[in-house]
């Protein structure tokens, strides 16, 4: 799986907004980076080169995705950590960032509550969420592949976790249950390049939690075939372009 989405999803879908994120953390001119749900590592080697003189942790729970991780980015320390119960001493970092990972996190006022506790005082945390998944042309155009593919009991991934946690304001409530200040809250929408439909439809099919579920339905070449043919048809032939849009939060504790 971690080649299968670094391969195919990384460029397309979360470079872009890696890109954005290091940018982010550079202005902020931190000197100890923790990263949580790292995942194959295109956000620490973009904080790696924007902000060379910070020492970067780089941490994931799955250990697959550490071990791959590693190899891409071998600049930053790694290490595998539940962000639930952070393996780091009180105040240790002054920033923390997290790309397209809280929606994964089963607590996540826990979580946050974990990100300030490690953060010294004054620190930030810096992480996007996906929008709804009606926002995501890729996403949307896979759902309605599964959806044709599975008419009665389609999976329901994409729209239920990393779309599922989609209204800023329960983010921004999230955050000041774990006492957290909003100082930045931004909608953005960047532009996704793709070789073909197929390859992102390869990507998810394979390199995301939605191989499981068609697997667990009987999944097959058939299945990919419908799916592939809803995306090509919603997306175009050939290259490919799509919109995608996230939400950008930056917090001090």
């Keep these: 799986m971690p080649a299968a989405y670094e391969q195919y999803l990384v ?25 949580l749900a790292a995942g194959t590592g295109v956000l620490t080697s973009g904080l790696l080169a924007a ?23 071998p600049g930053a320390v790694w290490q595998q950590a539940d962000a639930q119960r952070l393996p780091f001493q009180d105040g240790g970092f002054d920033l923390v960032v997290c790309q397209f990972g809280v929606m994964f996190f089963p607590d996540r006022v826990a979580a946050f509550t974990e990100v300030r506790r490690v953060l010294a005082p004054g620190g930030r945390f810096l992480f996007n969420t996906w929008g709804p998944i009606g926002t995501h042309a890729f996403g949307a155009a896979l759902q309605a592949g599964l959806e044709r593919a599975y008419p009665v009991d389609p999976p329901r991934f994409l729209p239920t976790v990393p779309h599922g946690y989609a209204d800023p304001a329960v983010v921004a409530a999230d955050l000041a249950a774990a006492g957290f200040a909003v100082e930045e ?43 592939v043919g809803e995306m090509t048809a919603r997306l175009g032939p050939g290259p490919v372009a799509a919109p995608m849009t996230a939400y950008v939060f930056q917090a001090s504790a």
């Design 51 to 73: 902000v060379p003189s910070a020492e970067v942790t780089a941490t994931d729970l799955n250990e697959a995705m550490v071990a791959f991780g590693s190899s891409r980015a």
């Design 185 to 227: 809250q931004q909608e953005l929408t960047l532009e996704g390049r793709a070789a073909s439909a197929a390859d992102v439809a390869t990507g998810f099919l394979t390199g995301t939690p939605v191989r499981a579920a068609v697997e667990e339905r009987g999944g097959g070449p058939a299945v990919r075939a419908t799916v």
């Design 11 to 35: 460029p397309v879908v979360f470079r872009p907004f890696a890109d954005d994120l290091a940018a982010r953390a550079s202005a902020l001119r931190p000197r100890r980076i923790l990263e």
